[in-house]
């Protein structure tokens, strides 16, 4: 036994280190000599909040509050800013728990989509790291506002601060790409997107890369300068003594951005008049159960496209059209400060009673603002009423994304004659329609016409 020690560990010796411990554990690591073991580094963790895209259409977004505080301890999950998009005010939860260190985009301050808004660390110890972060963050806006310098010692001033602390370089994936295929060090570009963010430009430019300039583009450069008095044009109107310039709300830049998009849709019109005293007897039926006039216009109009798939179509390439699988009605509906489309989904297989609810419902929303973006952008029909203001009629924009949209005005009493030339009074309201005629044509609107007026003037299937 001894001897089979012995062979397996030689630089123990049990007869004279038994009683020196300090001897015996230099044996032992003389005999297992210790593998070197590097501690992992501990690194800061302080993440960017970020401005979300709130909806497809929207480009940059305004912070209405903050619901929590610097300081704030958040849990992942917890609601921390309210962020005003181009439809909605909605709620900005966090992905990550830990502590709000810095708010860089303070309230009342918009901000594009995808630059940080706030920071968060995890804890303590990093928040003063955080703040330092913020202030490099939040003075880049300010430098592309101010005066430009006139001597190189001031142009090297606004520099300082980023060796006032380790400030966290931030650049697009792509910049990164190419920095690291020309051997750019990133941390010495300056960027100038977003919030000091690096461009692939600005790699470009410290690399010593320029485009050139197409010599098409060389020759046609001074064309604009004879046509620079018509560019002048829209300013060169007078000042009204007295007037005031109010600035669009983020809701209006949307509907702006809409209405000027829907301008490249060659678009045609049909107008129909349809008899309305059937539906007027239904509506004082169903009145005191909580249905509307719209949510009738509404579920006619969708029982009508079930019949028409092609009014309920959209062209979003120009060169095909979808036909859409859910009848998804769009409605016009007046706020505060501008105007929203909640939608009514799957209005053809709703009943009337459950249409009115769910209508109650996205018109308190819309009004508090607070509209989720698939009750606002999911519409495939669009449905505008002023016949509650005595409209008789009147033509609306098609907005983009959809195929068709239908005004309709006033119902009032009319003069009529049957075939035999007898005269009597009906209630008529006009209907017009706006489509896209690259996908609907005059036939495809007249016939859907003619089933929506036939539903209208025979009601009793809209409560089945």
């Known amino acids: 036994m001894a001897s089979l020690l012995h062979s397996k560990s030689p630089a123990l010796s049990f007869s004279s280190t038994i009683s020196s411990p300090s001897s015996l554990r230099s044996s032992v690591a003389a005999a297992f000599p210790a593998r070197p073991y590097k501690l992992p580094a501990v ?7 970020f401005m979300p895209a709130l909806s497809s259409t929207m480009t940059e977004g305004k912070i209405v509050s903050w619901t929590k505080s610097e300081g704030d301890v958040l849990s992942k999950g917890e609601s921390v800013v309210v962020v005003e998009s181009d439809k909605a005010d909605m709620d900005v939860e966090t992905f990550y728990g830990g502590i709000l260190a810095a708010i860089v985009v303070n309230e009342g301050e918009t901000a594009p989509v995808g630059a940080p808004i706030g920071l968060l660390a ?3 110890d990093e928040i003063a790291e955080a703040k330092i972060r913020a202030k490099g963050q939040s003075a880049t806006p300010k430098l592309e506002t101010s005066p430009p310098a006139t001597t190189t010692s001031e142009a090297a001033a606004p520099a300082a601060p980023k060796v006032a602390g380790p400030i966290k370089i931030v650049a697009t994936p792509y910049a990164k790409k190419l ?6 060090d990133i941390n010495k570009v300056t960027g100038t997107g977003a919030f000091g963010r690096i461009t692939p430009e600005d790699v470009e430019k410290a690399a010593g890369i320029t485009k050139s300039i197409p010599a098409a583009t060389a020759v046609a450069a001074p064309i604009p300068s004879a046509a620079a008095p018509a560019k002048a044009s829209p300013t060169s109107f007078p000042d009204i003594p007295g007037s005031t310039v109010v600035p669009f709300t983020t809701m209006q830049i949307a509907v702006s951005k809409n209405m000027m998009e829907s301008l490249s849709v060659p678009t045609f019109r049909v107008g129909y008049p349809v008899s309305t005293n059937a539906l007027d007897a239904l509506y004082e039926k169903v009145k005191p159960k909580g249905v509307t006039m ?4 509404a579920k006619a109009a969708a029982m009508a496209l079930a019949q028409h798939p092609v009014v309920n179509a959209t062209c979003k390439d120009g060169k095909s059209f979808t036909y859409n699988s859910s009848i998804n009605i769009a409605v016009a509906v007046a ?6 489309t909640p939608v009514l ?4 297989k709703l009943d009337l009673y459950l249409l009115s609810q769910k209508w109650k419902e996205l018109v308190d929303k819309a009004r508090a603002k ?10 495939t029909f669009t449905l505008s009423n002023l016949g509650m203001f005595g409209v008789d009629r009147f033509d609306a924009i098609l907005p983009p994304g959809q195929g068709a949209i239908m005004a309709v005005g006033a119902s009032k009493p009319t003069v009529v004659s049957d075939s035999e030339g007898f005269f009597f009074v009906k209630n008529k309201m006009l209907v017009n329609v706006t489509a896209d005629h690259r996908i609907i044509y005059g036939a495809d609107l007249a016939a859907f016409l003619q089933t929506f007026s036939k539903i209208v003037e025979n009601p009793e299937s809209l409560t089945m």
């Open 370 to 379: 607070q509209l989720q973006p698939h009750e606002y952008n999911s519409g």
């Open 43 to 49: 690194q800061s963790k302080i993440r960017e909040i």
């Open 294 to 297: 719209t949510a009738l216009l």
């Open 179 to 184: 920095a690291k295929q020309h051997k750019i």
């Open 122 to 124: 995890e804890t303590e």
């Open 345 to 348: 989904q799957d209005a053809d």
């Open 335 to 340: 706020i505060n400060g501008g105007l929203i």
